[in-house]
């Protein structure tokens, strides 16, 4: 089955933090994009490709958008929605107070297909495709989870949470019992449709060293799974962290022993990394999630993005939203406040930049840049739709932007959820703002 989609386009081509970021964007003011199967065919302007469109097919003509890869999450809690916005506490305080309780709801199937249901909506709504998600240490809650995912036939990846000391007895497995929870849930979904498995020891302070070590053991039993936990979040936690593992020479040490730091490792936060930590992400591959409106709202730090990304030494780095702790899921307004905190340091985030975090560098972060995060053939055909008029704020600025970047760089200022049209995935339009009735199929 072919689509196809017509209107002004952008995607990356390059890394703009490595080259200038003019030489990194790919951008169309009339283009076209043909999928097939799912899979995109072709992109490039419409007068060079208007003739490879099927007879009989009728572009989706979004004049005044702009058509952008789908957004990509490099870090985010499902469970944690009911509680967005908690007032008042730093990391453990807050885990305490609010994240452990909230997470108990999710023994109940029922509850949790609920918040799944709300969740993959939501996402679609801001344009986000594909994230890198947690779940509870509740297996149910990963089946409600992915259960949803595959409706929608969105590529996401997920774990179930592996927590085996220091919190509610409610929320601890075992060593043993997480690992063998994991690895049924790996059999079931890891890999089926568009589905992929996470490996989820929450932080080193929730696991014993039994269990980081039952973690990394699972991590090599399939092909292809991930590996996603905390990382020098806040001062408290890394002190803890230090007194748990005495033997260890650093928190990323710790993880590294259980054989947790690899190419598909994603760290969320690493907000107090040393040059060190950097050295070892570079050389293993590992990924870090910048979680910028987290770090703010539970004021753990400023992550040194322009640090990690150093040229000379590069760590990938992902976009994270880290709801509930992050307080939007909208890439849009994450790199808004990614813009502020580079600010502080003297650096200047910009707007190709921007949209290389939330699309093909997270898609590198994650390994997955053979198939997502550009428009270009042979990618999966995952898009967001963006409207740059969609408030009246929006649509008179707009009148004052001279380039594609100027307008993007709007969008990621002033945009939210609102300023999503359309998002599309596997080459179908799941969302449509304008639809009459329920946007969301199905
Ligand atoms: N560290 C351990 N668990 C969490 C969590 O749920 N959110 C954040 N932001 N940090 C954590
Ligand atoms: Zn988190």
């Not at 005495?246 to 040393?274: E, T």
């Not at 004021?299 to 993005?305: A, H, K, P, Q």
């Not at 994650?366 to 009246?392: N, S």
């Not at 707009?398 to 002033?414: H, I, N, P, R």
Request: hydrophobic share 40%; proline share 6%.
């Amino acid at each position: 089955m072919i689509t196809v989609l017509r209107g002004p386009a952008a995607t990356l081509v390059d890394d703009p933090f490595d080259k200038p970021s003019r030489a990194c964007l790919d951008y169309h003011s009339d283009a076209l994009v043909i999928v097939e199967d799912g899979v995109i065919r072709a992109f490039g302007p419409y007068a060079e490709l208007r003739d490879a469109v099927p007879e009989g097919v009728e572009p989706v003509h979004y004049p005044d958008h702009l058509i952008v890869p789908g957004f990509i999450d490099a870090h985010v809690h499902y469970p944690q929605l009911q509680m967005i916005g908690a007032f008042g506490a730093q990391l453990l305080e807050w885990l305490d107070t609010y994240t452990f309780p909230a997470e108990q709801s999710f023994a109940d199937a029922g509850h949790a297909a609920r918040v799944a249901k709300l969740f993959l909506r939501e996402l679609l709504r801001a344009g986000t495709t594909t994230a890198m998600v947690y779940c509870t240490v509740h297996p149910q809650s990963v089946e409600a989870f992915f259960a949803e995912s595959e409706r929608f036939n969105t590529r996401m990846i997920a774990g179930k949470v592996l927590m085996d000391r220091h919190a509610p007895a409610a929320l601890l497995d075992t060593a043993q019992r997480g690992h063998d929870e994991s690895l049924a849930l790996i059999e079931r979904w890891h890999g089926r449709g568009r589905q992929l498995y996470c490996v989820t020891p929450r932080f080193a302070p929730t696991s014993t060293e039994a269990q980081l070590e039952a973690a990394g053991a699972l991590l090599k039993s399939r092909d292809g799974l991930f590996l996603q936990t905390h990382l020098c979040e806040n001062p408290g936690e890394i002190e803890w962290v230090r007194e748990l593992f005495p033997a260890r020479a650093s928190y990323l040490d710790v993880y590294a022993h259980a054989g947790l730091v690899g190419r598909r490792s994603m760290f969320g936060h690493g907000v107090h990394l040393h040059e060190d930590d950097f050295c070892t992400c570079h050389q293993s591959g590992a990924a870090l999630a910048h979680c910028p409106t987290s770090n703010l709202f539970l004021g753990s730090g400023l992550f040194r993005l322009f640090e990690a990304v150093d040229p000379r030494r590069p760590v990938k780095v992902g976009l994270g939203t880290d709801v509930g702790a992050g307080t939007s899921l909208s890439k849009l307004q994450t790199l808004n406040e990614a813009y502020k905190v580079a600010a502080m340091a003297g650096h200047k985030l910009d707007a190709v930049q921007g949209l290389y975090l939330a699309t093909l560098g997270g898609a590198r972060a994650l390994c997955l840049d053979d198939r997502l995060g550009r428009l270009a053939p042979g990618c999966e055909a995952d898009i967001c739709v963006l409207d740059p008029k969609a408030t009246p704020l929006m649509e008179f600025r707009a009148g004052y932007c001279d380039s594609v970047e100027e307008l993007l760089f709007m969008l990621m200022t002033l945009g939210d959820d609102r300023a999503v049209r359309a998002t599309w995935v596997a080459g179908a339009c799941v969302y449509d703002r304008a639809r009459p009735g329920d946007p969301f199929l199905p």
